[in-house]
């Protein structure tokens, strides 16, 4: 365990500078010392969880996560809620197995009710899936018991844990109202924790939260000091949120070649929402050159990844024919 501890320091940069190589050595140590206890401890379902987590991380090994679904699966039907949580995640995304949501839904009310250790991740999954009604009929009161009972989880979890993924679900959660109250400062609190731990998506969040017209957190220079750090730590809504500042020039200083720059990193993320902006300004030519090419490309990409608004715009273009030929064929497709 402390083999696994090095190696996460080393990759973090905790008490030392980042360095991938030695946290990967340290790893594969962790990963030859782990498979040693399965062989031979009692606790067979802790370890093969552990080594699970390993390959779904490609930790100390070449990233597998039909092999991760493998042991996570061994420690499942150990009753270990850990590794049910983590076989459930890979059944939602299909990952290592075939995506069905009615098994992630089993695995995850598995963990979540566990009689000793209620897995507070596997509640909340459980409260969206409710709330979507993906492998389950849609029910908002399930939604919401499933959410509350994950906050309260988090909340104890907190007092024996400093984490910077837990900082931030407590934030995200308190932001949006979702198992308690909505409470601006406290979701401040509790993201500023995560940021401090590196957590960039808990600099995004900080950015977003500090352009609330609530007078209680906004302040535009700290919104656009977390955008910058998340953007430029490849955060690809935060690229794109510090684009559109720069273009609109409402709330910071209109900075075209700065806010295209941003929005073309977000773009090349597959981020649709870049995408689908950029398209619309090379399509209209009011801030940038026009370059329908690039325009029809750029919002092709978009809807590929389900963008309805990139869909619809590219329907009226080729409709209207007045920025790309005009094609009523495709326009109704």
């Given at each position: 365990?402390?083999?696994?501890?090095?190696?996460?320091?080393?990759?973090?940069?905790?008490?030392c500078?980042p360095?991938?190589?030695?946290?990967?050595?340290?790893f594969?140590?962790?990963?030859?010392?782990?498979?040693k206890?399965e062989?031979?401890?009692?606790?067979?379902?802790y370890?093969?969880?552990?080594?699970?987590?390993?390959?779904?991380?490609?930790?100390?090994?070449?990233?597998?996560?039909?092999?991760?679904?493998?042991?996570?699966?061994?420690a499942?039907?150990?009753?270990?809620?850990?590794?049910q949580?983590?076989?459930?995640?890979?059944?939602?995304?299909?990952q290592?197995?075939?995506?069905?949501?009615?098994?992630?839904?089993?695995?995850?009310?598995?963990?979540?009710?566990?009689?000793?250790?209620?897995n507070?991740?596997?509640?909340?999954?459980l409260?969206?899936?409710?709330?979507?009604?993906?492998?389950?009929?849609?029910?908002?009161?399930?939604?919401a018991?499933?959410?509350?009972?994950?906050?309260?989880?988090?909340?104890?979890?907190?007092q024996?844990?400093?984490?910077?993924?837990l900082?931030?679900?407590?934030g995200s959660?308190?932001?949006?109202?979702?198992?308690?109250?909505?409470?601006?400062?406290?979701?401040?609190?509790y993201?500023?924790?995560?940021?401090?731990?590196?957590?960039?998506?808990?600099?995004y969040?900080?950015?977003?939260?500090?352009?609330?017209?609530?007078?209680?957190?906004?302040?535009?220079a700290?919104?656009v000091?977390?955008?910058?750090?998340a953007?430029?730590?490849d955060?690809?809504?935060?690229?794109?949120k510090?684009?559109?500042l720069?273009?609109?020039?409402?709330?910071?200083?209109k900075?075209?070649?700065?806010?295209?720059?941003?929005?073309e990193?977000?773009?090349?993320?597959?981020n649709?929402?870049?995408?689908?902006?950029?398209?619309?300004?090379?399509?209209?030519?009011?801030?940038?050159?026009?370059?329908?090419?690039?325009?029809?490309?750029?919002?092709?990409?978009?809807?590929?990844q389900?963008?309805?608004?990139?869909e619809?715009?590219l329907?009226k273009a080729?409709?209207?024919?007045?920025?790309?030929?005009?094609?009523k064929?495709?326009?109704?497709?």
């Open positions: 365990l402390a083999m696994y501890d090095l190696g996460k320091m080393y990759l973090d940069g905790l008490g500078d360095n991938e190589s030695a946290a990967q050595d340290w594969a140590k962790a990963m030859e010392a782990f498979v206890k062989k031979s401890n009692k606790r067979k379902d370890w093969q969880y552990r080594i699970g987590k390993l390959y779904s991380l490609g930790h100390g090994v070449e990233q597998d996560h039909t092999a991760s679904a493998q042991w996570f699966a061994r499942a039907q150990e009753d270990n809620p850990y590794a949580y983590a076989l459930g995640g890979q059944y939602q995304r299909g290592g197995v075939e995506q069905d949501y009615a098994q992630a839904v089993s695995l995850y009310t598995q963990a979540a009710s566990h009689k000793t250790r209620p507070a991740y596997a509640q909340y999954q409260g969206a899936m409710h709330k979507e009604g993906l492998g389950v009929a849609v029910d908002t009161k399930a939604a018991s499933w959410y509350s009972q994950s906050y309260q989880g988090f909340l104890k979890m907190e024996t844990m400093a984490d910077d993924k900082y931030y679900r407590l959660m308190n932001l949006t109202g979702t198992g308690t109250e909505v409470n601006l400062m406290q979701a401040k609190d993201l500023e924790k995560a940021a401090a731990l590196g957590n960039v998506d808990a600099k969040g900080l950015g977003k939260l500090h352009l609330k017209e609530d007078p209680e957190v906004y302040d535009i700290k919104a000091t977390y955008l910058e750090e953007a430029g730590d955060h690809s809504y935060a690229q794109y510090l684009g559109k720069l273009i609109d020039g409402k709330l910071i200083a900075d075209i070649t700065g806010g295209i720059r941003w929005l990193k977000s773009a090349e993320q597959d649709p929402y870049a995408q689908y902006y950029l398209g619309k300004l090379f399509l209209y030519g009011d801030v940038v050159d026009a370059n329908p090419d690039r325009a029809v490309a750029l919002l092709n990409c978009a809807i590929q389900g963008n309805l608004p990139a619809y715009l329907g080729f409709w209207e024919g007045k920025y790309i030929g005009q094609n064929d495709r326009a109704i497709e």
